[in-house]
């Protein structure tokens, strides 16, 4: 366990690595410079001020997305829960952009897009439990439910979005994913927020392995079933709030990273969970590293110089895929 833990913190040094030198406006060369201590103030600036707190902020909502999508996974015994498919990743976009559209937050505002964000997904949650919640979290009820309660909040943000055209500008970011233009302010406010809630998720650990197992389980060995996934629930929801405050909806990251953490950590959640943390770190750092990479080609190739691919874009993308490939070779699972 150690040397997988060892390993997967090489690869974390690896991506970051990659994070800071794929951008545009600095080549390689200048940013091993300015990390020696030489370059001139602009190319100081692009790293310390854009790039920098970019890969912080991409290592940082990563981690929470993965974490909240194994908490969800847990708690509710189904391999199909996610931040994206249970609700709380679009009711947290639903209540950003409301918030936005009302005048009552925005970038210049960012603890008030983590509130509204929160405020949408304990929404969001809240929808689905009503409707699939009092019949036992069977999973196939579960994401069907969940579909449609993404259907339906995704349907509010694009009605919010007709109101209020005028954000659609500002707001785009949420409905995709991405780092672009993330600077230090963004970081202040995820990486206290995703340490308390992470924490809490941790010391939650073992309850959550416990729901794992089931119900029975769960109470034969004497945990309050309802109190504890009531617990790792908001949990869940305040961590993928402030991801998508931070970066938006950000596609599958919270639905598969968990699959993989619990294939290379095993079930015992005080392993899986700091895994998860890890593995999503590394997966939305090295996606943004590829996304980075790949608009500086296509720029080049198409001679569009403000060409941006959207990380988000990456990862719905490879996300579904992969999912597709699960669902093809495993027809018999319940997936």
Same mark, same amino acid.
């Given at each position: 366990?150690?040397?997988?833990?060892?390993?997967?913190?090489?690869?974390?040094?690896?991506?970051?690595?990659?994070?800071?030198?794929?951008?545009? /406006?600095?080549?390689?060369?200048?940013?091993? !410079?300015?990390?020696?201590?030489?370059?001139?103030?602009?190319?100081?600036?692009?790293?310390?001020?854009?790039?920098?707190?970019?890969?912080?902020?991409?290592?940082?909502?990563?981690?929470?997305?993965?974490?909240?999508?194994?908490?969800?996974?847990?708690?509710?015994?189904?391999?199909?829960?996610?931040? !994206?498919?249970?609700?709380?990743?679009? /009711?947290?976009?639903?209540?950003?952009?409301?918030?936005?559209?009302?005048?009552?937050?925005?970038?210049? *505002?960012?603890?008030?897009?983590?509130?509204?964000?929160?405020?949408?997904?304990?929404?969001?949650?809240?929808?689905?439990?009503?409707?699939?919640?009092?019949?036992?979290?069977?999973?196939?009820?579960?994401?069907?439910?969940?579909? @449609?309660? *993404?259907? $339906?909040?995704?349907?509010?943000?694009?009605?919010? @979005?007709? &109101? !209020?055209?005028?954000?659609?500008? *500002?707001?785009?970011?949420?409905? &995709?994913?991405?780092? !672009?233009?993330?600077?230090?302010?963004?970081?202040?406010?995820?990486?206290?927020?995703?340490?308390?809630?992470?924490?809490?998720?941790?010391?939650?650990?073992?309850?959550?392995?416990?729901?794992?197992?089931?119900?029975? &389980?769960?109470?034969?060995?004497?945990?309050?079933?309802?109190?504890?996934?009531?617990?790792?629930?908001?949990?869940?929801?305040?961590?993928?709030?402030?991801?998508?405050?931070?970066?938006?909806?950000?596609?599958?990251?919270?639905?598969?990273?968990?699959?993989?953490?619990?294939?290379?950590?095993?079930?015992?959640?005080?392993?899986?969970?700091?895994?998860?943390?890890?593995?999503?770190?590394? $997966?939305?750092?090295?996606?943004?590293?590829?996304?980075?990479?790949?608009?500086?080609? @296509?720029?080049?190739?198409?001679?569009?110089?403000?060409?941006?691919?959207? &990380?988000?874009?990456?990862?719905?993308?490879?996300?579904?895929?992969?999912?597709?490939?699960?669902?093809?070779?495993?027809?018999? *699972?319940?997936?």
């Amino acid at each position: 366990m150690r040397r997988r833990f060892a390993a997967l913190a090489a690869l974390v040094a690896v991506c970051v690595g990659v994070e800071l030198v794929a951008g545009r /406006g600095m080549s390689p060369g200048a940013v091993w !410079e300015v990390l020696g201590g030489g370059g001139d103030a602009t190319e100081h600036h692009i790293f310390l001020q854009l790039r920098l707190p970019r890969m912080l902020v991409a290592l940082g909502a990563g981690a929470s997305l993965a974490v909240a999508g194994l908490i969800l996974q847990s708690a509710l015994r189904n391999p199909l829960a996610g931040p !994206e498919v249970t609700g709380v990743t679009p /009711g947290a976009v639903l209540g950003a952009v409301t918030a936005t559209a009302l005048g009552l937050a925005g970038w210049d *505002s960012p603890l008030a897009v983590v509130l509204a964000a929160c405020a949408g997904g304990c929404a969001g949650a809240l929808l689905l439990w009503l409707l699939a919640g009092r019949k036992g979290g069977d999973p196939a009820q579960t994401a069907v439910h969940g579909v @449609l309660v *993404s259907a $339906v909040l995704g349907g509010l943000t694009a009605m919010v @979005l007709l &109101v !209020e055209p005028g954000e659609l500008g *500002s707001v785009v970011q949420w409905l &995709v994913g991405t780092t !672009e233009g993330r600077v230090w302010e963004h970081w202040h406010l995820l990486w206290p927020w995703a340490l308390v809630w992470g924490a809490a998720a941790w010391l939650l650990a073992g309850p959550l392995t416990l729901l794992r197992c089931g119900d029975g &389980v769960a109470l034969a060995a004497g945990l309050p079933v309802r109190r504890a996934r009531s617990l790792a629930l908001l949990c869940a929801v305040a961590l993928t709030a402030g991801a998508v405050a931070a970066v938006g909806a950000l596609g599958f990251v919270g639905l598969l990273v968990p699959h993989l953490a619990v294939a290379v950590f095993g079930a015992d959640l005080r392993a899986s969970l700091p895994g998860a943390a890890l593995l999503g770190a590394v $997966v939305v750092c090295g996606a943004d590293a590829a996304a980075q990479l790949s608009s500086r080609l @296509l720029a080049g190739a198409l001679d569009a110089g403000r060409l941006t691919l959207p &990380v988000g874009a990456l990862t719905a993308c490879l996300g579904a895929v992969l999912l597709l490939l699960v669902v093809h070779r495993t027809p018999s *699972s319940t997936f």
